[in-house]
């Protein structure tokens, strides 16, 4: 507690000095080649037994849908070639190590949401070994975190360069009352508690700021269950957490949402202020939920802004 | 002008130099267990009093040109009472300097007494050269008889603080055959003088010469009280000596630098480090960062008591108040076998034992708190000193928070803090004089109470915020230690017991912790002079404590489950109530034998901790050598090893503790010079090699549980450092209250390394080692701290007329840092943050830190209390420093943090 405390105070003033300054580049300001998103269908596979064999493989096993949310606007369209690898080591940012890594897709697209059909649990690596077993083999937690294979996905447009990691969970029902993840799924935003529909941009006029909410999830957050490192049962329960993104000014948070270690939940309550000078334009927004277990999906909203 | 001549001599305020602690401190190695007097922060019981006056010769040059003069001697009298060394302070030139000093020489006083054992002491000495007119035809006995007497008495007191002045002349007139009086321990005189006019002249070190008129009636008796101007600050006094040293390096603060040192805010911990060995802390935090060592790894006490919590509010001021303290020792390293429990130095604050002559007290206000002191004799023997202070920005942050409809926000931070400190056994009665003179046992004590509150509450809540937030913290400890000082003979015993209660609580959403802490411990410390070559030192270091949480708080990730990456879940509530138990023991024994010019101390620690499961033992053998090449320059140098127990709550139960934890320990050696330049003039310098192994670290390894699981250990003892350096130290201390200028420069030159054996922990939150980026592979190299160059200035000039000018430069070589190296982005979806590419590991710093900090104190005298202001200013030139650096978030641009833009705070403080 004393540690904890000088530690503390400490982190008090250089937060403090942080809120000083200020860097230029805003997260939730877009303005050239991102991966704001990935999101497989299924966000996570369970076998129905935890013995490793050939039938519990062969579930996990099963074709998954894989989406990116790619956005570069300042690429007028340009293509962005894509290339999209699993591996075991989940250091391993860019799948570098060949031996372990499988090659799930690869091709070109532009900005938009990227969508592919994969199956991450067959692939296999050197020696014809399942990418599966090399990911346990690779985990310290020996897979009470469930297996979490990295699937990294490696965009490039002219100079620019993303590798965008995004671990596939797959389970077995190590404890008592594990259920497979529901993707999460936002029920819609409001803009100074007004509906914004997902078909036509709302007109927005001057300097704001705008508040913009997200309709209520809690009753969408799940309960659920995960192994403890002593192999109890532990009961968790999910607080969703929304990125916001926007082609033009800033969102007061660039993140909302989550549970700090006290259990206090965070509001999905941002406001976002249109750049200072800028002109009449359609401004396009994205708000990306994640349910902090591998389940995450997204949102698109457009606005005509006029100043 | 006959040609007479008379050479006459003032004793004066002995007892204004000896009253200073850091003089009467520990006697010289040759006298009696001086490691244990200084437990006792021994004081003077007995001042010395001169037996012998040799009248000096006026110098033949002088006399014919008909000149006078007033030589201002500093006396070293050694225990015996002879002197030992005598010093002009301000040379009068014409042979009076010479004549005086010879004279001098032949003196012989009583031995003064500091606890009750004759002790070398320093007094200041005014030898006055006078002319006299040719006397008169002597009267018959007649005409003496029947001449009338007027009486004069009364009682000299400080202006400004009510200090009685002992030591003073009074007389009537510059006739050197008149009558005079010498002032008393009370500061109390009876002179008798014919009557009439008397033109009333007070001479005593360290005031200005007093002077009056008084009419004096035939047959009666005047009663006056004289309140004398100090030639410096009020209340001050003039550290004339130090202590023997005889570990390798120990510097000492005196209560006066640790108040007036600039650009720390008065605060006793903060002034050490403007010493050599200690790197600069971010911004204005007091962490002690001494030789390569981490924060925790120095330990600080109270008269030998561990302080539990140093820092007030999030490393705000320490708790040891400047006002209570005496002097502050630190020890870099190569400290003895009675100290342990710290693998880097050694922080002992020395409390300040209550007036014996009146009531004094002051008030201080500053930005942050105010408080007071208070000290004063209770009676015969037995004194009583005090002091709190309490903060009060609670009251004045809710003035300046924003208020918006809808929301509440509350900040409610507040301290306090107190000492209380009873003396006895000074009592110096017909009985215990005897017995004393005969050999006879002699004890003296004193009860100490300290401790500390502070709390932190915040509220933030309301539809506009980002969440409804709450945190309540408070943490609170008290310790009662007696001391009790037995000395007879050549034998000496201070024993200190102790007992502590600590208490911390904290809320955090629905996050609980109580704790509860007891503890009881014992110092034993016997030392024995078996012969003027040979002094040995023995005792015993124990300390029990046992600490009980009750814990409430969501299941935390990684201790109990394998966190998703940028997991926010909510986690089902955990209930603990957890209690542990430990004992910390040291034997330890060391002896200081003289061989020839040589001093060799050789000593060992032998460490054993109990503490759950846990049963740890280490050894630690020490070493320090001094070699008196001169009068004046002494060879040093120590090797020896050390130990530091985690504490208690780190042996608690896995997941949350690491109940097979091992001592931490370290090698410590160094090797110095040091030379006194000048009676006022030292320099020390001293090269150091550091190497820490067992240290904590954390978090630990993953381990497999046997049945089934694996767990992340929280702490393991992987830590590992190694510090080499070099240490100038260069003192100008004021030769006497006249002198105006003071100060000291520091430099050191240092490479720290830090980090951990092993690989990288899986989940690094590491608090020590790599903690300042990179790619996270690297588990050793510089370490944060290191800074290669530290160098500090500090100055202080006495302008005159209560002004007082204090100033304090620094510079420091930046902190390390890994270079970001970006050439693509590295995103972890899941986390929704990027990662760095980086170049090599600490392979920049930040830009070189420099600051330049400065103090004006201005005090008004009164009849009987002074009235001090002081404008402390950080960063006077508001150099803007780089105290850390950060990237974007998208790891492309390096960003700087800036330090603490110019600062001043103002001060005021009534003292009487």
Known sequence: MKALLHTGGLLLLALASFACVEPEDKPSNVHDLRVLGVSTEKPELIASTCDQTPEAFDELAEELTYRALLVDPAGEGRPIQYTLWACADQDDRTCKNEKDRALLAEGTTVAGELTLSIRPGAARVADDKLLLERVLEEDAYKGLGGIRMPLVLR???????????????????????????????????????????EGEPLELSGPGPFVVTADDVSALEESYVVPGLRLQAVHLKEAWEIAWYSTLGEFSLSETGGADFGGQEGRHRVEWEPAEGAAAQEVTFWAVVRDGRGGSSWLVRRARWNP | MSPKSKARSALTAASLLLASPALAQAPQADAPTPEAAAQAQPVMTKPPALLQQVEATYPPEALAAGLTASVRLIITIAADGSVSDVLPTEPAGHGFDEAAIAAVRQFRFSPAEVDGVPAPVQVEYVYHFTLAAPPQEAPGPEQVQAAPKATLTGQLISRGSRSRVAGATVRCGDDPEAPEALSDADGRFTLEVPPGECAVRVVASGFQLYQTKEQLQANET????????????????????????????????????????????????????????????????????????????????????????????????????????????????????????????????GTRKGAADTFHGSVKVDLLDAGFFLEAPVTDGISVAAAARRSYIDTLLPLVLPKDEGSTLSVVPRYWDYQVRVDFGAKRDARSEAEAQAGGARSTGYVMA????????????????????????????????????????????????????????????????????????????????????????????????????DVEFPAPENFEYVAFPGAESVGELLVEKIGLGSFDGALFVEADLKVGKFTFTPGVRGNFQRAGDARNVALDPRLWVRFEATERTQLKGSLGLYSQPAETFRF???????????????????????????DVFNVDVTGFFNRRYNNIAAPGELR?????????????????????????MVKKQRASASDRWSGWLSYTFSQSLDGRTGPAPEQNGSDFGGGFGGNGDETYGLSPFDQTHILTLVSNYVLGNGWELGGRFRYTTGRPTTPINHTFDLYQVDRNRFNGTYGPYASSRTSGFHQLDMRLDKSWQFQSWTLGVYLDVQNLYNAENVEFTFNDYRQRREYEVPGIPILPVVGVKGSF
């Open chain 1, 155 to 197: 965009a490039v447009a002219g100079n620019e360069e993303v590798y965008a990691q995004k671990l596939m969970v797959f389970w077995c029902p190590v404890v008592e009352g594990m259920t497979a993840n529901v993707q999460p799924v936002l029920p819609g935003l409001r803009v100074d508690d007004v509906a914004w529909p």
């Open chain 2, 222 to 349: 005047t009663e006056v009280n004289f309140f004398l101007a100090p030639t410096a600050g009020a209340l001050e006094t003039v550290v004339r000596s130090e202590r023997p040293k005889k570990e390798v390096v120990r510097r000492t603060i005196t209560r006066q630098e640790a108040q007036k040192t600039p650009g720390t805010f008065g605060d006793p911990i903060r002034v050490i480090q403007t010493l050599p060995g200690v790197a600069r802390a971010p911004f204005i935090s007091g962490q002690l960062l001494v030789r390569g060592s981490n924060p925790g790894q120095t330990a600080t006490m109270m008269d030998g008591v561990s302080i539990p919590l140093l820092f007030h509010l999030l490393g705000g001021p320490s708790v040891v108040n400047a006002e209570f303290i005496d002097q502050l020792d630190f020890f870099p390293g190569g400290y003895g076998s009675q100290y342990g429990r710290a693998v880097g130095g050694i922080v002992e604050v």
């Open chain 2, 450 to 549: 300290f401790g500390s509150d502070d709390q932190l509450r915040l509220v933030s809540s309301g539809p506009e915020t980002e969440r409804d937030l709450s945190v309540d913290t408070h943490t609170l400890f008290h310790r009662i230690k007696g001391d009790w000082t037995y000395r007879k003979g050549a034998l000496t015993s201070v024993f200190t017991p102790y007992v502590g209660y600590d208490g911390t609580s904290f809320k955090f959403g629905a996050a609980k912790q109580n704790g509860v802490g007891y503890t009881v411990g014992a110092r034993e410390v016997l030392g024995l002079e078996l012969s003027s070559e040979l002094t040995v030192r023995t005792g015993l270091d124990l300390v029990y404590e046992h600490q009980s949480f």
């Open chain 2, 652 to 678: 608690i139960t896995l997941p949350y503790g690491n109940p097979e934890l091992a001592y931490q320990r370290a090698f410590q050696s160094s090797l110095g010079v040091e030379h006194r330049l000048t």
């Open chain 2, 704 to 728: 497999s549980l046997p049945k089934g699981g694996v767990i992340q250990v929280p702490y393991s003892n992987q830590g590992i450092g190694r510090a080499l350096g070099l240490e100038v």
